[in-house]
């Protein structure tokens, strides 16, 4: 009969606290992970809720990561409240466990990395996680882009286990080599926006980004942006951020932008009013053409954005098609205010506009991408540091925008 103090390191064998860890490479039965259920989406605070769950199983071809610290980002979010659908339904399991930025250690390696020459990776590695999961056997997959592949998933979002736990099973394809220098809150918070801004600055040609080009950047004292301002400034292109106050605009401009615009100034924010009611819309259009003066102040007059910078969406789309340059394009990642996108399709056709999704990274241009990193020629810039406890409230806190400058960061 097991005794009370067998019955405790029974326990303590399965399950370790954050202040704790079992020996290298010795995996637990369970973990602390945040899960959200179906029938929980709403406010992260209601939708984040703590379990005691297994420990994922290791695949042929995964990995499986001591997580030391994790990235704040949208997907969590919109998985959290279940917008625009549950997650759940992705990939039918009664549970998900978000997050899609991770670094950490490697604990366990699949069977078939085993000896294997191309993995060059072993267990007690320093290692990040990318969120970019694919088939690996099709023709994108070998040669083409990954982010094409049909089979392809965002890792937290479109897959059942995150990052939002102790230990998280991944594919080996989804891990780089944590830069020496980085402290693990600063490795845990910057891929999924660093790629994304990477691959909407120079993923689109011939409307990649250049020299001397102009890019009005959306948000820009938030993750995405700030990586996207000093990317703009590294290819000797300028960065006109768009920010909610002076102090975050003024930040920027320390960052690299050539100038910023306090969108608090202008009221043509929302969806395009219907062009017939030509009251309505030329009353919209005249505050639309002072926000593109004040474009304007920064590039000179008459001088449009090449490129625009998007993932604000709804609020922000129809403007942004307005005053992007003539054959310039407008490129954008998601749609934060909402997903119903207007715009004013005489301005697109008649003047040759382009409009373009996009959607992570290739893997070739995640390790392009990240030399920069290494290099320490890009700066990460973190700006609120989280703890596990905290995860929830970092959520509610990017929801009500209350995140100050740069990416967030929860630290294990």
């Known amino acids: 009969m097991l005794t009370n103090i067998d019955m405790e390191l029974t326990l303590e064998k399965e399950l370790y606290g954050f202040d704790e860890s079992p020996e290298l490479g010795v995996v637990p039965k369970k973990m602390h992970a945040y899960v959200i259920r179906p029938d929980n989406h709403g ?3 209601q939708s984040f809720q703590e379990e005691v769950v297994d420990v994922p199983e290791v695949g042929f071809d995964e990995v499986l990561i001591k997580v030391k610290s994790v990235g704040i980002n949208y997907n969590g979010l919109w998985a959290a409240m279940g917008s625009p659908a549950s997650p759940t339904l992705f990939h039918g399991k009664d549970f998900h466990i978000a997050g899609s930025d991770a670094a950490g250690v490697i604990w366990k390696v699949g069977d078939g990395l085993v000896n294997n020459p191309g993995f060059q990776f072993q267990v007690g590695d320093e290692v990040i ?10 023709d994108e997959c070998n040669g083409g882009d990954t982010m094409l592949c049909t089979s392809q998933k965002i890792y937290g979002y479109e897959t059942p286990y995150g990052a939002f736990a102790q230990y998280t099973a991944v594919k080996a394809t989804q891990l780089l080599k944590k830069p020496k220098h980085l402290r693990w809150e600063e490795a845990g918070s910057y891929m999924l926006t660093y790629a994304t801004a990477w691959n909407m600055l120079f993923g ?4 990649d980004l250049k020299p001397g080009m102009n890019v009005l950047v959306w948000g820009a004292s938030g993750g995405l942006g700030t990586v996207a301002i000093q ?12 920010t909610s106050s002076d102090e975050k ?4 401009v320390e960052l ?3 100038g910023y615009i306090n969108r608090n100034n202008f009221d043509c924010w929302g969806a395009l009013p219907n062009t017939e009611d030509k009251e309505a819309y030329s009353k919209y259009l005249k505050e ?12 000179g007059k008459g001088v449009n954005p090449d490129i625009v910078f998007e993932h604000v969406g709804k609020n922000t789309m129809p403007v942004s098609c307005y005053l ?14 909402g997903f119903n996108l207007t715009m004013d399709a005489s301005y697109i056709w008649m003047r040759q506009k382009r409009i373009q999704g996009s959607h992570f990274s290739s893997l070739k241009d995640l390790s392009t991408g990240n030399k920069l990193i290494e290099q320490q020629k890009f700066k990460l810039k973190v700006s609120n540091k989280y703890t596990w406890k905290e995860l929830p409230q970092a959520h509610a806190d990017m929801l009500e925008n209350k995140h100050t400058f740069g990416n967030m960061s929860v630290l294990l």
């Open 231 to 242: 990317l703009i400034k590294l290819a000797g292109a300028n960065a006109i951020a768009v």
């Open 129 to 138: 996680v990318h969120c970019s999961q694919s088939c690996g056997l099709c």
């Open 324 to 337: 992007v340059k003539t054959g310039g394009m407008v490129v954008f990642c998601g749609a934060t205010t």
């Open 249 to 252: 605009g003024e930040r920027c």
């Open 288 to 299: 639309v053409r002072k926000f593109g003066k004040a474009i304007w102040g920064i590039t």
């Open 43 to 45: 406010h992260p605070l």
């Open 256 to 258: 690299g932008a050539k």
């Open 204 to 207: 689109y040609p011939p409307h």
